[in-house]
């Protein structure tokens, strides 16, 4: 009972507060965007949905899966968005992990810039070979859009509250069936974060010195994590995606991440 309330403490102070109102904003926010000729997402990727995409750049998990979920894509159309639009929230990395954890700027840069790079490379890498549009559902802003968006985000971050606490239980529960020199090792930090995204990088940042820190969660927060990729697949199942291809590409995701940050604190950490 005390491991999920920790859970959920982490949940409310470090996730809630970014995910909740850039989640609201910004869904709000491009139901009124105008229309765009040009679309970036799909001169890169193949795929129309630059809606989809920058929630899932501004909100983070799972938003962007949440964005793809309620909209008409079919199977396939779906697929290929998810290469790109899967990203933690950079409020979360850089007020949480960057300012609180790593405390280090160059290492918050670091972190942001390979977050970024891992999913334009990772949308490139599994670009689609015929233009799609993923196309939204509404596009018309009514007088229930405030209230359905207000109460379909608060959903969408308690149930990511739920699965936070739930695997940060889980993970603590493992821990006290081990000794304390394994229980505090790097190595456990890291499966830690495979299980859980959050609990993960707090373990990662607290035994790890900073340049370490920094390619471990660079490679954390891209993969998300079991925790993350359930929250993502009760939104993405619904369209028919399938378990392989979501874990096929935020593992290359993962690795592209982890590549860039450990390019970059070589040369500037």
Known sequence: MQSFFDGLTVWAINVLPALFPFAVLSALALKIAPHKKI?????????????????????????????????????????????????AGPIFMLATVGTTLLKNNVATVILLISHLLSSLFNGLLYRSQKPMTLSEQSKELCAADLGNTITDSALAVISVGGLIALFYMLTDMLKSFLPADIADSLPLAFAIGVLEMTNGVFAVCRVADVATATVLCSGLLALGGVCVFCQCYAFLGKKGVKVRDILKMKLTQSAIATLVSFCLVNIFL
């Open 39 to 87: 679309s970036l997402s799909k001169s890169l990727f193949g795929v129309d949905c630059d809606n989809a995409w920058t929630m899932s750049l501004l909100c983070g998990y799972p938003i962007g899966a949440r964005a793809i979920a309620d909209s008409n894509a079919d199977a396939y159309t779906a697929t290929k968005a998810c290469a790109f639009c899967s990203t």
